[in-house]
C-alpha cells in the first residue's frame, strides 16, 4: 500500500504541515509521499486551456497529467488542508477542478450514465478549524463539509471513503491540548491507512495557527 499526502497551505511551520509530518512519520516514509501544493507552485486558476479541454478540445496539460500520474501510483490520498471561510482553501479547490476530470476522475457512457473511475482510490481528510464543533453544528456546516466532499467528489469519482478527522478549536486551545488533540486526528486517519501506524510517538506540536 502506498499513500500521498497532499497539503494547500503556504507556510510549512503551519499546523497543517505539522499535522501532514506527524501522518507521515506514522505510516512511514517509505510508503508514503507528499504532494505539497502550494511549495510546488501548482497552479490552480482554471483557464482557457482547461476550459477547451471541458468541451473536448486539446490534451490535458503537463501539470494536470503529472498530479493524475502520481494519484495513479498509490492506493490512499489524504487530503491535509485548514478550513477557510467554511471550506478548503482555493489552492485545493483548484487542484480538484484542473486534476480531476472527463476521461480520468469519470466519465460518460453512451447514454449519459455517470462512470466513476476512481474506484482503486481510498480517500481522507485531516482538516484544521479555528471554529468550534458545536459552531460546525449549529449552522449546519458538518453536513454541508460532507455533502461538498464526499458526495460532491469523492463519490462521484468513485474513490472509497476513509477516514475524515476535524480538528476543532485549533487557534484558541493551549499547546499542550492541541498536541493531544492533533495526534488524535492522525492516529485516527493513519490506523484507517494501515491499523499498525495508530500508535506512535507523541511529538509535540508547536504552534496552532493553521
Known sequence: MSTLIITAHPDTKSLTHQAATLLRDALGPETTTF??????GFDPRFTLDDRQLYVGHGSPQADVVAEQDR????????????????SMP???????DRVFIAGWAFDFDATGRLIPKLGRLTVHVLATAGTAAVSFERHGYTQAFATQLEIGI??????RRGETALVHDSESINLDSMTTT????????AGAVTPSAAHTPRPPIHGTRR
Request: charged share 15%.
Open 154 to 159: 469523492f463519490d462521484f469519482c468513485g474513490m
Open 71 to 86: 494519484l495513479d501510483h498509490v492506493t490512499d490520498l489524504v487530503l491535509v488542508f485548514p478550513v477557510y471561510w467554511w
Open 90 to 96: 482555493a489552492l485545493l479547490k483548484g487542484w480538484f
Open 35 to 40: 504532494g505539497h501544493l502550494a511549495q510546488e
Open 182 to 189: 492533533i495526534h488524535a486526528a492522525v492516529s485516527r486517519v
